[in-house]
DNA sequence: TATTGACATCAAGTGCACTTTAGGATATAA
DNA sequence: TTATATCCTAAAGTGCACTTGATGTCAATA
């Protein structure tokens, strides 16, 4: 089983320029072509633009990602690096949700004052 | 108490550079100057910088937060649209929480399906 | 056979958020 | 008074991740 473009594009919800953007950046090296110069995707490909949407929406950059692969075409001997590559991921990973944690309290603060205000306003109007 | 900009720097962790392009984007309207030119930051400024920085790191555009800003100025009319505002970034923030923790376990996955193949590796080494 | 639609490449363009550079003013310390 | 540090502006540059546009091929359909 094959896909075009198209399918991976609604498969991952990547835009199709996107998915092309990833090939020519060594993003997706295992892409076959059909006779005609077609890209066909198989279902490995598939999995990798998951793991590469993966990636990229935790933040990992694009050339990062690459050097992930790199690593990948090597074979097992860069099993450790690439492991410890995606261990330091998890690891900004967790500080983003600290950090986005830290400041989601903030906002809520923010928004409870500002309703403190409205209210404030509100019964200063029905004196 | 008045701080320069380079205490404004180091209190909030932004660089002296993009606290000028932030007056620069009109997200800092109330700063005021001493005679000779030099920007004078006082509490509230400060204060000012660090929601600003709360909402940039929780990926608020600038243009957003300029808006925002634009409401304050306007006055108490603008309470009701500040809220939504704010409420809408809080939605978004937990998208962001959501996105991340998702992707967060896909990691992980991936890191024990190395540890995994590690294993494999060494035990046939050891055969 | 002419048109339509999906595919391709390559180069250039876009948007965002800064950062850097160049040139100059002012204040404090040696 | 000369050097050093800090400030200023304005314009240009940077880095990243795409996106768009121009041009062309190929296969199926009307």
């Known amino acids: 089983m094959s896909y075009t473009i198209k399918d991976a594009s609604q498969k991952t919800g990547l835009t199709i320029p996107t998915i092309r953007y990833y090939e020519t950046e060594g993003l997706l090296p295992y892409v076959k072509r059909s006779e005609t110069g077609n890209r066909m995707f198989c279902d490995d490909d598939i999995e990798w633009l998951n793991l590469i949407c993966c990636l ?42 600290e950090t986005l944690n830290h400041y989601k309290s903030a906002v809520k603060w923010k928004i409870d004052y500002f309703k403190g205000i409205k209210k404030e306003i509100d019964e200063r109007v029905n004196l």
Do not use: A, W
């Not at 692969?69 to 690891?91: A, F, P, V, Y």
């Open 56 to 97: 990229r929406s935790t933040g990992m950059p694009v050339r990062y990602i690459k050097k992930f692969i790199g690593m990948c075409l090597e074979g097992d001997s860069t099993i450790d690096n690439r492991l410890e590559m995606l261990t330091e991921h998890e690891k900004y990973i967790n500080e983003q949700l």
